[in-house]
């Protein structure tokens, strides 16, 4: 056996370009097109009162996603790897920077969110059949179990499942978004006349509002991990990020389009759960059966999507170091990184089990995430001018309107980060604990390894 070479079926086999763009194309939608469409409008709507204006902010979170996917095509073409923004902020910045992006991910970000997608997957199949008082944990936790096997049984299997899910999300959703302006039920109340609100006022309000739009459609920078597995990537990248950026924002704006029609602005804001309030609205009691299947369905898409994303960037952690090993390990039978997959199946499972008895998952997620996630993602905006400064690499495809594009995205995610800062206030410690922690990891790291030379 030649130098590393791997044993058939074991672990040192590298990713393969198995993902065809439709199966990319999936998996995109599978990860944007998910839960938040049918809770955040509720709180989108909290502190705004013009339609038009609302309308224009989701319209606005399409543009933004499509700058961002520009900036990650030329990444992602230039520099195809399965570890996606680890890979790409370690090249700019370093192994460090690398380093801590990819604790924070398997920690808290990529755990947290199947966790809280779980939780949302339980809460509606326990109405569609009750279990019992830990009905929705038990669901929560067959969900993560479940697809974290489907996704050990291989890539070409992930993908067909994903594709299926999709085909029936996109389907579904767009059926209840034309309901809307079909069944034309009774006029809804009249929005409440704007009121003189001070420019702060309304600032506050619009960030507010685009931290819960931008959520909705968060996972669009999952694309980055499917480079290495993506057939022709150079090419295929641009396509599937343009084609998922018309789709996913043709699909939320009908939704809020339609939400707003039969339910009025007033309606929307004081929902706790607008899609189900929608479909009550439209077709009665069924209606709330009919949206709680529909949302299990998106649960599940969007589940199986960040498992198979989210096991990637733990692959490629451990790939380059030590400490990590275990999980740099690629199964070349199940065409994946399996170890990876099992160890975050077993870290969600565990936040599923704290989850049974503290039942604050999305707010809580939200307030400790966010800010890191946006920093992290300003610094892979910066890495495009980095990176291209440099040279190097295959680039098939560059970023449109350089430097005017890249600075865009970055100056997006600044006011994200601000934004989220003066969300969250004392919630987002508890994600810079986090990254603080592996700070702490990265040094003894780095002790071990002069104590190693020195000996």
Same mark, same amino acid.
């Given at each position: 056996?030649?130098?590393?070479?791997?044993?058939?079926?074991?672990?040192?086999?590298?990713?393969?370009?198995?993902?065809?763009?439709?199966?990319?194309?999936?998996?995109?939608?599978? !990860?944007?097109?998910?839960?938040? *469409?049918?809770?955040?409008?509720?709180?989108?709507?909290?502190?705004?009162?013009?339609?038009?204006?609302?309308?224009?902010?989701?319209?606005?979170?399409?543009?933004?996603?499509?700058?961002?996917?520009?900036?990650?095509?030329?990444?992602?073409?230039?520099?195809?790897?399965?570890?996606?923004?680890?890979?790409?902020?370690?090249?700019?910045?370093?192994?460090?920077?690398?380093?801590?992006?990819?604790?924070?991910?398997?920690?808290?970000?990529?755990?947290?969110?199947?966790? !809280?997608?779980?939780?949302?997957?339980?809460? &509606?199949?326990?109405?569609?059949?009750?279990?019992?008082?830990?009905?929705?944990?038990?669901?929560?936790?067959?969900? *993560?179990?479940?697809?974290?096997?489907?996704?050990?049984?291989?890539?070409?299997?992930?993908?067909?499942?994903?594709?299926?899910?999709?085909?029936?999300?996109?389907?579904?959703?767009?059926?209840?978004? $034309?309901?809307?302006? *079909?069944?034309?039920?009774?006029?809804?109340?009249?929005?409440?006349?704007?009121?003189?609100? *001070?420019?702060?006022?309304?600032?506050?309000?619009?960030?507010?509002?685009?931290?819960?739009?931008?959520?909705?459609?968060?996972?669009?920078?999952?694309?980055? +991990?499917?480079?290495?597995?993506?057939?022709? $990537?150079?090419?295929?990248?641009?396509?599937?990020?343009?084609?998922?950026?018309?789709?996913?924002?043709?699909? +939320?704006?009908?939704?809020?389009?339609?939400?707003?029609?039969?339910?009025?602005?007033?309606?929307?804001?004081?929902?706790?759960?607008?899609?189900?309030?929608?479909?009550?609205?439209?077709?009665?009691?069924?209606?709330? $059966?009919?949206?709680?299947?529909?949302?299990?369905?998106?649960?599940?898409?969007?589940?199986?999507?960040?498992?198979?994303?989210?096991?990637?960037?733990? +692959?490629?952690?451990?790939?380059?170091?030590?400490?990590?090993?275990?999980?740099?390990?690629?199964?070349?039978?199940?065409?994946?990184?399996?170890?990876?997959?099992?160890?975050?199946?077993?870290?969600?499972?565990?936040?599923?089990?704290?989850?049974?008895?503290?039942?604050?998952?999305?707010?809580? !997620?939200?307030? +400790?995430?966010?800010?890191?996630?946006?920093?992290?993602?300003?610094?892979?905006?910066?890495?495009?001018?980095?990176?291209?400064?440099?040279?190097?690499?295959?680039?098939?495809?560059?970023?449109?309107? &350089?430097?005017?594009?890249?600075?865009?995205?970055?100056?997006?995610?600044?006011?994200?980060?601000?934004?989220?800062?003066?969300?969250?206030?004392?919630?987002?410690?508890?994600?810079?604990?986090?990254?603080?922690?592996?700070?702490?990891?990265?040094?003894?790291?780095?002790?071990?390894?002069?104590?190693?030379?020195?000996?």
């Amino acid at each position: 056996m030649k130098q590393g070479e791997a044993p058939a079926g074991t672990g040192d086999a590298g990713p393969k370009a198995l993902l065809r763009p439709r199966d990319a194309l999936a998996l995109m939608v599978g !990860m944007v097109v998910g839960i938040g *469409v049918f809770k955040s409008p509720s709180l989108v709507a909290l502190k705004l009162d013009d339609p038009m204006l609302i309308m224009g902010l989701w319209a606005l979170g399409a543009v933004f996603m499509l700058i961002g996917l520009l900036c990650y095509a030329e990444l992602a073409a230039t520099w195809p790897d399965a570890g996606g923004e680890y890979h790409f902020l370690t090249r700019a910045f370093g192994p460090a920077v690398g380093f801590l992006f990819a604790w924070g991910r398997i920690t808290v970000v990529q755990t947290g969110a199947i966790a !809280m997608v779980a939780f949302v997957l339980g809460d &509606y199949a326990q109405r569609l059949l009750d279990l019992g008082s830990f009905g929705s944990s038990i669901y929560a936790a067959l969900g *993560v179990v479940g697809l974290t096997a489907l996704n050990i049984a291989g890539t070409r299997v992930t993908a067909g499942a994903q594709n299926t899910l999709a085909a029936v999300l996109v389907s579904v959703t767009v059926v209840v978004g $034309v309901l809307g302006f *079909v069944l034309t039920p009774e006029a809804a109340p009249a929005a409440a006349p704007a009121p003189a609100a *001070v420019p702060a006022s309304l600032m506050s309000g619009l960030g507010f509002a685009m931290i819960f739009i931008m959520l909705t459609y968060g996972g669009w920078n999952e694309a980055a +991990y499917l480079s290495a597995e993506l057939v022709d $990537v150079r090419h295929n990248m641009l396509r599937v990020a343009v084609i998922a950026t018309l789709l996913i924002g043709a699909i +939320y704006l009908l939704l809020n389009g339609a939400y707003l029609a039969v339910l009025g602005v007033d309606g929307v804001r004081g929902s706790s759960a607008v899609g189900a309030d929608y479909m009550g609205r439209l077709l009665g009691p069924g209606g709330a $059966v009919a949206v709680s299947a529909l949302i299990c369905v998106a649960a599940l898409t969007t589940l199986n999507a960040t498992i198979f994303t989210g096991a990637r960037s733990g +692959y490629a952690l451990g790939r380059d170091f030590a400490l990590f090993a275990p999980l740099g390990r690629w199964n070349a039978r199940a065409q994946g990184p399996v170890a990876a997959l099992l160890v975050q199946g077993a870290l969600s499972l565990a936040l599923v089990g704290f989850g049974a008895f503290t039942r604050q998952g999305f707010s809580a !997620m939200v307030d +400790y995430t966010a800010p890191v996630f946006w920093f992290f993602l300003t610094l892979v905006g910066v890495s495009v001018f980095v990176l291209r400064k440099r040279g190097g690499g295959s680039a098939a495809f560059r970023v449109p309107l &350089y430097p005017l594009t890249p600075a865009l995205f970055c100056l997006g995610t600044l006011y994200m980060l601000h934004a989220s800062v003066s969300y969250t206030g004392v919630g987002a410690l508890v994600g810079l604990s986090v990254v603080a922690l592996g700070v702490v990891l990265w040094c003894l790291g780095a002790v071990c390894s002069l104590t190693r030379k020195s000996a």
